[in-house]
């Protein structure tokens, strides 16, 4: 019984974290200023997220297998560490402001869902997100599909409110707030990773 409860806290972990660090990491990111882009060029909506749910998904499960093989190099007791820090250092990365280099170029004649697959997973290459997922899915190695449908529904969180109301969006909400705000809970997630194995002992 102890070990099922040790595997789903294992599980619930890798999930929240997943989700939370790319849903938070995407905060005025480039992909998500790519999806504003997409829904102005595009009426189909359903196709722009189908189009995100599947490059997300072959981009974050390469990154997260990526991970795994980096995790057996990593000597025993430093994940949370690695995790830990990491997380510090996108809240720092989070800072630099992304700008939508969206062109009018040929993928887009090939429709939304097209388009939006191959521009998603193009702009994801060497993203903070994927950066993210690659040192989760080591982190997390006993739960990396797990680490892959928190970082996709972390992305889907991000960027679908942006296809549907994005202008809206933009308006409303202060990107340079958004971002030191994301910052803020970066370094604190990062702070109590780093800890958590001290504050474990201590109950």
């Not at 849903?23 to 882009?37: H, N, Y």
Request: glycine share 8%; proline share 1%.
């Amino acid at each position: 019984m102890s070990y099922v409860y040790s595997r789903l806290g294992c599980i619930m972990d890798a999930f929240i974290s997943s989700f939370t660090a790319v849903a938070v990491a995407e905060i005025g990111d480039k992909t998500q200023l790519l999806s504003l882009f997409l829904a102005a060029r595009f009426r189909a909506k359903g196709a722009i997220i189908a189009g995100i749910l599947v490059a997300t998904l072959l981009n974050h499960a390469a990154s997260a297998w990526l991970g795994v093989w980096v995790a057996q190099f990593i000597p025993h007791g430093w994940h949370n560490m690695m995790l830990g820090g990491s997380f510090i250092a996108v809240a720092l990365w989070l800072l630099i402001p992304d700008k939508d280099d969206s062109e009018d170029n040929g993928m887009l004649r090939y429709g939304a869902f097209a388009a939006s697959c191959m521009l998603f997973f193009l702009a994801e290459i060497g993203d903070k997100t994927q950066i993210a997922t690659v040192i989760l899915a080591a982190s997390f190695e006993q739960a990396v599909w797990w680490v892959i449908v928190g970082t996709t529904l972390g992305m889907l969180a991000a960027n679908v409110p942006v296809i549907y109301a994005g202008s809206w969006l933009m308006q409303k909400i202060s990107l340079k707030w958004a971002r030191w705000s994301a910052c803020t809970l970066f370094i604190v997630l990062g702070i109590y990773i780093i800890c958590s194995d001290q504050l474990a002992a201590l109950s």
